[in-house]
């Protein structure tokens, strides 16, 4: 089966300053990468996904690259503030084209941004 | 629009008990996958029910069981519970695309 591997457990920024969070999946038919932040006793929240059909994507603060040949993932987090302090989650999932449906999940980065 | 609703939010059993947890999917959603999230873990896939069946199954004994209902709604239901059960147990339901996760049950197995 799919082995998500995420690096590193723990990261620990300056506000102001940028995280990178990096997942590599061995399931060469993946094809859908989430990413999740789960704060403090609340659900995991979607909060970035890439297809395998694109390298990069952006949404404003927060990118996601794909490297499907290396088969590894990154999220990047820009000026960083301290309400980014969660623990994030990669996944990563195959689909109808291949792959299983099931999101395999990388077992978190803890981000702490000190003000 | 409601998201996924999970119930009840936290849970105290004795070992060797039976506990059912239940979860409604987000609207539109016909997909509802179980996971337990152990403290400092990521998740961890139990199953997956699509029309009412069984889809995936991870690597969980057979103590835990589930069914999907008519409307998509989902139970799982944990037998002869022991205390490494304890956990928190998260229900996420999906159409295509990424998951939407309820705020989970918190099971306590003492």
Avoid: M
């Avoid at chain 1, 590599?24 to 006793?41: C, I, M, R, V």
């Amino acid at each position: 089966g799919e082995n998500v591997e995420q690096h590193p457990s723990t990261l620990s920024v300056q506000e102001g300053d940028s995280a990178v969070i990096k997942c590599t999946y061995s399931d060469s038919a993946s094809n859908y990468f989430p990413w999740y932040k789960q704060e403090l006793g609340k659900r995991p929240q979607l909060i970035i996904d890439i297809r395998s059909n694109v390298g990069e994507k952006k949404d404003q603060r927060i990118a996601v690259t794909l490297n499907k040949t290396a088969k590894h993932f990154s999220l990047h987090i820009t000026e960083t503030q301290p309400e980014d302090s969660a623990v994030y989650f990669c996944a990563s999932r195959g689909g109808a084209s291949g792959g299983s449906y099931i999101p395999t999940f990388g077992r978190g980065t803890s981000l702490i941004v000190h003000p | 629009d409601a998201g996924v609703t999970q119930s009840p939010t936290h849970l105290i059993k004795t070992r060797g008990q039976q506990v059912t947890l239940r979860c409604s999917p987000k609207s539109g959603h016909d997909t509802v996958s179980w996971y337990q999230q152990a403290l400092g873990q990521g998740p961890q896939f139990i199953f997956q029910y699509y029309e009412e069946e069984e889809r995936q199954r991870g690597n969980f004994p057979d103590r835990f069981s589930g069914h999907q209902f008519p409307n998509y709604s989902s139970e799982l239901n944990v037998n002869a519970l022991l205390l490494g059960d304890s956990a928190l147990y998260l229900c996420a339901s999906s159409l295509s695309g990424g998951y939407t996760f309820g705020s989970g049950t918190r099971l306590t197995v003492v």
